[in-house]
């Protein structure tokens, strides 16, 4: 099973910057990929836009067989950009794998920097909710939107990113079953 959820919810918009709020980028592109799954034949659950993280997770039952994917947008200085993923500290090939191919995928199809795969500890909360001790989990952090170009280029092809993260994630949990 494939669990997907938009970084934030409708009552925290996350990161605003250049005229745009994280969570509304989130749940779009959240939905993009369920779009996409949907076509595909795969099995998702997804967040609702007015649960936590937490309400969520509580309400999920995710296992060995399945694949986590939380979508974000990163901020930072207006220079930073590109695309990088967060793993568990305690991650497998799997997990360091699917978030090589998806930051492959974010190059091939916005041009965005491959910043690079980084376990949870790296982020600055340093153990993020989201990650299992079962399945695969990532944590994909889109682009920056504090970097107007990064924004342009997601705009630009986030339907194809779209598509080519819901064949991952259906790859992925193929794997799993």
Known sequence: MIFISAG????DPGAVANGVQENLLTIDLRNLVTQSLTKLGAKYIIDKDTETLAQYLGRIKS??????????FNAGSSKAEGM???IPERNTE???????????AGHATMGLRYRGVFDETKSHRKRLGLMRKEGINVLVEVCFITNKSDLEK???????FAQKLAELLKKYDDMKQ
């Open 8 to 11: 934030h919810h409708l009552k």
């Open 63 to 72: 296992g060995t067989g399945s694949v986590i994917c939380e979508l974000h």
């Open 84 to 86: 990088e993923v967060l």
């Open 94 to 104: 799997e997990e360091r794998s699917l978030g090589a191919a998806i930051c492959d």
């Open 154 to 160: 997601y705009e630009g092809g986030k339907t194809q």
